[in-house]
């Protein structure tokens, strides 16, 4: 379950940032759609720590997760840049926290 509930931590967090942006273009109703999505995204992570999850795991897996589909989803939606020099910064990302993971099995 535990897993479950840090995907869904993950969702509403790319969605409250992407929506962050959407309110920075002159859209202020966007602001609830961030409180929402940070709101839930917390609780959704507070319920994963509370199933087992480590912290240090969990929260590894939510930033990375979090910056490296932000990043791909801003170039879809915004046409912001995502350069080679950037991909390989979310590629160190993830493969830190692969390390963690591995790092965290008994």
């Known amino acids: 379950m535990a897993w479950l509930f840090l995907i869904g931590a993950i969702v509403f967090e790319v969605a409250g940032t ?3 942006r ?3 273009h002159g859209k202020k109703i966007w602001l609830v ?8 995204a ?7 720590l509370s199933s087992g999850m480590g912290i240090g795991v969990a929260y590894g ?13 801003s170039k879809l939606l915004f046409d912001e ?7 390989a910064g979310i590629a160190l990302i993830v493969g830190g ?10």
Not at 42 to 48: D, N, R, V, Y
């Open 18 to 20: 992407l929506s962050l």
């Open 22 to 24: 959407m309110a920075t």
């Open 33 to 40: 759609a961030v409180a929402i999505g940070y709101l839930a």
């Open 42 to 48: 917390f609780a959704l992570l507070a319920l994963t």
């Open 61 to 73: 897996i939510w930033a990375a997760t979090g910056v490296a589909l932000t990043a791909v989803l």
């Open 81 to 87: 840049p995502l350069t080679w020099l950037m991909a």
């Open 97 to 106: 926290v692969l390390l963690v993971e591995l790092g965290a099995v008994h």
